[in-house]
């Protein structure tokens, strides 16, 4: 399986061939949803897009961690982090890329055995 990293611009453009709508046009669109997504998490919200996933606030619990270089006992204050979770058809999507085409796992997908 490769692996690529696709940019804002990549989709914005294929987005645009799709619906023939200005890439330009298609680009601020893109930018004003993912701004959105911020604002509304900035909020405290949970934002959930169905069979895609959903993105909510969770707060981690303050704790002592070790620094690997000294070994000294830091504490970590409690934060709020960005959780996603993905949706039916998402997880779906990412499951067909772990096996070939007769359904067998692919080489290094295989779920270890406990």
């Known amino acids: ?64 961690a070790l620094n690997p270089k000294t070994l000294e006992k830091v504490p970590v204050q409690r934060r709020t982090v960005v959780k996603f979770r993905a949706g039916r058809l998402l997880k779906a999507k990412v499951k067909d890329l772990s096996v070939d085409a007769d359904g067998n796992p692919l080489p290094g997908t295989e779920t270890p055995k406990v």
């Open 1 to 64: 399986m490769s692996e690529q990293t696709i940019a804002k611009r990549v989709l914005a453009d294929r987005i645009a061939a799709k619906l023939n709508l200005p890439q330009g046009q298609t680009l601020q669109v893109i930018q004003a949803f993912l701004d959105d997504i911020v604002d509304e998490l900035g909020r405290g919200n949970r934002l959930e897009f169905r069979d895609f996933g959903v993105f909510e606030l969770v707060s981690r619990k303050p704790r002592t």
